[in-house]
């Protein structure tokens, strides 16, 4: 069966690339290669260099105008490099007059993050989303894998050796990529069911989302104590992980940490992530978590707002929670984030300054106001009884002989399943 394998570590020197046509977007630019650096450092691959090129307009044939592509080349080879990696969305075209003027293998920054998610993908779920992303990036590029195979054969509808097997692999690929379509339903289908088994007992759902690195994973194992991979790298978990914490109100919450945002995410991500990403959409609110330490996180902010906008969770609750405030020395800058984000929380959760606010904010979230009632609860219901212990907040227990008479201090979403005992 025809397989898009996963790139090995063949490269050893990366030449790196960033096009821009608008001067007012250079600094924009600038910051995108540098980020990309940091992806294709996360793959293992040495940055030689990196080159930033402004250019009066995008060319169709190799994205920039051949005098800047013959500069470009000459550098690569001036510095042995093996691979050139471009912060823009090459076309397959594109990429395939590159590589025959380069003579390296030239690739684009989708396919970087492509092959970072391959590396991470752990479970079942995060697998086929990676695979059905990587399927459908290479469907249009697999002429560059059979261009060095000969067109043998003559006459009006013939076809070469290459050109029949490229047909071939494109009918394997949209049929592995239906497959995996399937699957994925599959995989949504369990999910939705867990979820309902979850609202069965309503415990409050919070979903952890931000830009990637900046430290998601490290606050849900902060707040729960869960047992959750922490790693100072771009994406260094795909996989939604929930925990309970409990919270000082004897009220439990369920976090969920996501996949981080990116800037420039390859579209086949956005779609093929959308499991994962609905745990963003299902949550009672959100915790936008962002890194303060980061000069350009006010951008990165928009970035991820962006996508939850294209996920319509836009109008959800959102806590917003500005982390690695222990690393901004400069008061300015604090001064800043403060003007900007007026009721967002600062935190480390690395120090764990304001981890206390932060958690008490959660409670007041969850709680939403509550009311002191007298229950008489029959003997059997105790069912409702450790609900009580577990929600709210008991003042006082008495046993009769036909009921149980209790105080407490109870959550008004709980209130409802009360009504028909309470006395008081």
Not at 369 to 380: C, F, K, M, N, R
Not at 417 to 423: A, E, G, M, R
Request: aromatic share 6%; proline share 3%.
């Amino acid at each position: 069966m025809f397989e898009i394998k996963r790139r090995d570590k063949m490269v050893e020197r990366a030449l790196l690339v960033g096009a821009y046509t608008d001067m007012e977007a250079k600094e924009d630019a600038t910051d995108l290669l540098n980020e990309l650096g940091e992806l294709v450092r996360t793959l293992g691959i040495p940055v030689i260099e990196k080159l930033l090129v402004w250019s009066r307009e995008l060319q169709a044939r190799l994205f920039v105008g051949s005098g800047k592509a013959d500069e470009i080349c000459k550098r690569a080879v001036e510095l042995q490099c093996d691979v050139i990696v471009f912060d823009n969305q090459l076309t397959p075209a594109q990429q395939r007059n590159w590589e025959a003027l380069a003579g390296v293998t030239v690739i684009d920054r989708q396919e970087i993050i492509l092959d970072i998610f391959g590396t991470r993908a752990r479970s079942r779920e995060a697998k086929i989303q990676v695979d059905l992303a990587r399927m459908a990036y290479s469907l249009p590029r697999l002429t560059r894998a059979w261009s060095h195979l000969g067109q043998q054969g003559g006459g009006i509808g013939s076809k070469g050796e290459g050109e029949s097997q490229l047909e071939q692999d494109k009918r394997k690929i949209r049929g592995q990529i239906d497959r995996l379509k399937r699957d994925l339903k599959d995989v949504r289908r369990n999910r939705a069911t867990q979820r309902k088994d979850r609202k069965r007992t309503p415990v409050p759902n919070a979903a952890i989302v931000g830009y990637t690195n900046a430290g998601k994973s490290s606050l849900l194992r902060k707040l729960t104590g869960a047992d959750v991979l922490v790693e100072d790298a771009l994406f260094a978990t795909l996989d939604t992980t929930t925990r309970k914490v409990d919270l000082p109100s004897k009220q439990p919450l369920l976090l969920t940490d996501t996949v981080g945002f990116i800037r420039k995410l390859p579209h086949q991500l956005v779609e093929s992530f959308h499991a994962t990403l609905e745990e963003a959409v299902m949550a009672d609110f959100l915790i936008h978590l962002l890194d303060a330490s980061h000069p350009r996180v006010l951008e990165f902010y928009d970035t991820t707002m962006k996508v939850l906008c294209d996920l319509g969770a836009e109008e959800k609750q959102t806590l917003t929670v500005f982390n690695k405030i222990d690393l901004v020395d400069d008061p300015i800058t604090k001064a800043m984030l403060r003007n900007s984000h007026p009721d967002a929380l600062f935190v480390s959760v690395h120090s764990g300054e304001g981890l206390d606010l932060l958690v008490g904010k959660l409670s007041e979230l969850v709680d939403g106001g509550s009311t002191e009632v007298l229950l008489h609860l029959p003997h059997d219901r105790t069912d409702l009884i450790a609900r009580l212990h577990r929600e709210g907040v008991v003042h006082q227990t008495t046993y009769e002989e036909n009921f149980i008479e209790i105080r407490a201090s109870v959550p008004d979403r709980f209130r409802q399943s009360l009504n028909s005992f309470i006395i008081l």
